[in-house]
């Protein structure tokens, strides 16, 4: 005698196929009465298409986070919901549809808020100082976005790497000074888009000297020279960004961090400022 699993088509006397039911386990009710404030799905690869200023758009990979608000009277959320709003909006992803990815994933999962975290490579053509050659420097971008109801919060961060030199070393050493290379986080909220460029830009600005992947003898001359000219501790980076960014006229928060890696120590330099 042959059982019939869940899995199993049924046919009917008419000779007509019936799927069973499959049971829908994250819909049950939940005992503990625990809202969760998120849950989704995280660490997806996906790839994006990137607004850019000089190109108008670049191709690149983001890491995605997707995730909503589960309330107390349900087990769980169904995760594959959150592949499906993401498929469902293609790979075009700026400030202007990630307001429309938000509200998908309210709408799709029944939440009151949902949250998206991108956070990809993003790439810039630079030339070196002297020799003019180019070559292809990456940074970190990221967004985070959050809709509570139809309100919408987007954060925009950077990160880029430069050379520090500091100012005792340089006032105390007969010869030389120290120089390291640091990592520059900065997060804001604005009341315009901001292009990833022009804060990449501003924050190389702050720094004792710029990155180039690519430097000829007479290019690491003019990068050096230009260091020792202009030295900052971790604290005068961080404050030279806050006042580019307290200066730009849509920019209404702002979290900078600064990080050194020392090259003369065992430990790094941090700094952080933040307006709210």
Request: contains cysteine; aromatic residues 8%.
């Given at each position: 005698?042959?059982?019939?699993?869940?899995?199993?088509?049924?046919?009917?006397?008419?000779?007509?196929?019936?799927?069973?039911?499959?049971?829908?386990?994250?819909?049950?009710?939940?005992?503990?009465?625990?809202?969760?404030?998120?849950?989704?799905?995280?660490?997806?690869?996906?790839?994006?298409?990137?607004?850019?200023?000089?190109?108008?758009?670049?191709?690149?990979?983001?890491?995605?986070?997707?995730?909503?608000?589960?309330?107390?009277?349900?087990?769980?959320?169904?995760?594959?919901?959150?592949?499906?709003?993401?498929?469902?909006?293609?790979?075009?992803?700026?400030?202007?549809?990630?307001?429309?990815?938000?509200?998908?994933?309210?709408?799709?999962?029944?939440?009151?808020?949902?949250?998206?975290?991108?956070?990809?490579?993003?790439?810039?053509?630079?030339?070196?100082?002297?020799?003019?050659?180019?070559?292809?420097?990456?940074?970190?971008?990221?967004?985070?976005?959050?809709?509570?109801?139809?309100?919408?919060?987007?954060?925009?961060?950077?990160?880029?790497?430069?050379?520090?030199?500091?100012?005792?070393?340089?006032?105390?050493?007969?010869?030389?000074?120290?120089?390291?290379?640091?990592?520059?986080?900065?997060?804001?909220?604005?009341?315009?888009?901001?292009?990833?460029?022009?804060?990449?830009?501003?924050?190389?600005?702050?720094?004792?000297?710029?990155?180039?992947?690519?430097?000829?003898r007479e290019d690491e001359k003019a990068v050096t020279?230009?260091?020792?000219?202009?030295?900052?501790?971790?604290?005068?980076?961080?404050?030279?960004?806050?006042l580019k960014l307290n200066a730009h006229p849509s920019?209404?928060?702002?979290?900078?961090?600064?990080?050194?890696?020392?090259?003369?120590?065992?430990?790094?330099?941090?700094?952080?400022?933040?307006?709210?």
């Amino acid at each position: 005698m042959l059982s019939i699993t869940q899995s199993q088509p049924v046919v009917s006397s008419a000779g007509r196929t019936h799927k069973p039911k499959l049971h829908d386990k994250q819909s049950e009710p939940d005992h503990r009465e625990l809202r969760i404030d998120k849950v989704g799905v995280r660490g997806l690869r996906f790839p994006i298409l990137i607004r850019d200023k000089a190109h108008s758009t670049q191709n690149t990979v983001a890491t995605i986070g997707m995730y909503v608000d589960l309330p107390k009277e349900f087990k769980g959320t169904h995760m594959s919901r959150f592949i499906e709003v993401l498929n469902a909006h293609g790979n075009m992803v700026h400030v202007e549809n990630i307001t429309d990815i938000l509200y998908a994933m309210q709408r799709k999962l029944h939440a009151d808020s949902a949250h998206l975290e991108i956070e990809f490579p993003f790439f810039l053509t630079k030339k070196a100082p002297v020799s003019g050659q180019e070559s292809v420097m990456d940074y970190t971008a990221r967004f985070d976005a959050t809709a509570t109801g139809k309100e919408i919060d987007f954060a925009l961060t950077v990160i880029a790497s430069v050379t520090t030199l500091c100012p005792c070393s340089k006032a105390i050493s007969k010869f030389g000074a120290h120089n390291q290379r640091g990592n520059v986080t900065v997060k804001i909220r604005s009341t315009e888009a901001i292009w990833i460029e022009d804060l990449i830009a501003l924050i190389e600005a702050s720094a004792s000297s710029e990155l180039y992947s690519l430097l000829k003898r007479e290019d690491e001359k003019a990068v050096t020279e230009r260091a020792y000219e202009n030295p900052v501790f971790v604290e005068d980076l961080v404050r030279n960004v806050a006042l580019k960014l307290n200066a730009h006229p849509s920019v209404t928060w702002y979290k900078v961090e600064a990080e050194n890696y020392e090259s003369i120590h065992n430990h790094n330099a941090y700094a952080c400022i933040e307006k709210g």
